[in-house]
């Protein structure tokens, strides 16, 4: 289990997420709501140790992370895929992903690769290509691809649909969708309600750095006006 217990984040000076508890089972994805500016993206930064937890605690399985170093975190189990389709753009796509792979073996290396490479044979048809040249969708494939060299339990996801066309969407749900059945759990911060409310199991709402609604997302199907209540 991931836990986040009464979280809060700085950045540059402000509290940007304030007590913010949740909780991410394996095999679940947790979908994280909010309008711009509502503490989401630092949400996911603190919980990987990109951002300072000023307040509460991270925990996986038990095991106390909040403020370890990134690498500590990602060699436990967590990994992060920030918004904006962050990639090394002037390393190859191979490159790209075994320098995510830093922390494995020699021995898991080649393994993990083949294993990114069949979740995304768009990256493996590319994989001696710039990746500051790949496409928006393809940035973020290779993004996802990233976290997964890290062989990660719990994956939190930023704004994973952020920018991109449809038919890309469509595909990275297919993705999320696997990775769950598999048994990763996903922190997934989502724009699009429709794409969130299909994924998830459970729905959590920020604003101003605030949990204003925790729901089962059937429920908020059935009534949309809670969820723009607690979004306005």
């Known amino acids: 289990m991931l836990e986040l217990e009464a979280v809060s984040v700085a950045q540059g000076g402000r509290l940007a997420v304030d007590r913010v508890s949740l909780s991410v089972p394996p095999g679940k994805v947790v979908a994280l709501l909010g309008a711009n500016g ?106 996802l691809g990233h976290a997964l060299m890290a062989r990660p339990r719990f994956l939190l996801i930023d704004e994973m649909s952020l920018g991109l066309a449809p038919l890309i969407v469509r595909r990275l749900v297919g993705v999320v969708e696997q990775l769950a059945a598999g048994g990763t759990g996903i922190l997934l911060v989502e724009q699009f309600v429709e794409v969130a409310l299909r994924l998830a199991s459970h729905v959590v709402v920020l604003r101003k750095g605030q949990v204003r609604l925790s729901a089962d997302p059937q429920g908020l199907r059935a009534d949309r006006e809670a969820l723009t209540r607690a979004y306005l």
């Not at 992370?65 to 990994?79: E, H, Q, V, Y």
């Not at 790209?96 to 898991?108: E, I, R, T, V, Y």
């Not at 993990?112 to 001696?128: D, H, N, S």
């Open 38 to 143: 509502a503490g989401k993206s630092e949400l996911v930064l603190g919980a990987a140790g990109l951002l300072p937890v000023t307040a509460g605690r991270v925990r996986l399985d038990g095991r106390d992370l909040t403020n370890a170093a990134p690498d500590r975190i990602r060699s436990a189990g967590l990994a992060a895929v920030p918004e904006g389709h962050q990639v090394l753009t002037r390393l190859s796509v191979e490159e790209n992903l075994k320098a995510a792979g830093s922390l494995l073996s020699p021995a898991d290396l080649p393994a993990t690769l083949a294993g990114v490479y069949a979740r995304f044979p768009e990256l493996a048809e590319r994989k001696g290509q710039m990746a500051g040249s790949l496409s928006g969708g393809q940035q973020q494939m290779l993004a």
